[in-house]
C-alpha cells in the first residue's frame, strides 16, 4: 500500500492542483526542477485532451520533455507576455514564504519567464520547507557573460 504522506505522492498532488489552475490558450511558463517537471506532464495530458495551451520553457530539460510531450512551445524571448508560470523552489522559509531557487543551473531563464508572467505559481511539498534560506544549501548565483 503507498504512504500518501510520501513526498513523491504529494508532489504529484501538488502538480495536479497547480495545472488545475490552467485554462484553455493560456501562455504558461513551465518551470525547472522535479516538481515542474511533474506539472508539465500534467500539462501534456490536458493537450492530449484537447486543451489549447503553449508553454515557456525555463531550462533545456523543461524544453526536451514539453517538446517530447507535444506541447507547443515558445523561447522566453518569443513571448510578450504569460498568463500564468508554474515553478518549483529549492527552498522556502516557513514563516516568510521566501524561496530560493535555480539549484539547477536555470535562475536567469527562470527569473525571466516570471517576470513575463500575469501570475507565478511555486509547487512544492514539504520537503522544501526550512526555518531560515540557506539552511540546506548554499545560495544559488548564475553568472551571465555578456
Known amino acids: 500500500m503507498r504512504d500518501r504522506r510520501s513526498t513523491g505522492w504529494l508532489k504529484r498532488l501538488a502538480a495536479a492542483y ?17 516538481t515542474a517537471e511533474l506539472v508539465i506532464r500534467e500539462l501534456a495530458a490536458r493537450v492530449r485532451a484537447g486543451m489549447a495551451l503553449t508553454g515557456v520553457p525555463t531550462s533545456r530539460r523543461s524544453e526536451r520533455l514539453a517538446r517530447r510531450l507535444g506541447i507547443s512551445l515558445l523561447a522566453p524571448e518569443q513571448a510578450s507576455a504569460i498568463d500564468l508560470a508554474i515553478d518549483g523552489a529549492d527552498e522556502v522559509e516557513r ?19 516570471a517576470s513575463l508572467a500575469r501570475r507565478l505559481v511555486i509547487v512544492v511539498d514539504a520537503s522544501k520547507l526550512v526555518d531560515r534560506l540557506g539552511e540546506r544549501m548554499p545560495v544559488p548565483v548564475e553568472v551571465v557573460p555578456f
Request: net charge neutral.
Open 18 to 34: 497547480a495545472a488545475e489552475l490552467l485554462e484553455p490558450g493560456m501562455v504558461v511558463g513551465l518551470g525547472s526542477g522535479s
Open 95 to 113: 514563516e516568510t514564504l521566501h524561496l530560493l531557487k535555480g539549484r539547477g543551473g536555470a535562475l536567469v531563464r527562470e527569473k525571466l519567464v
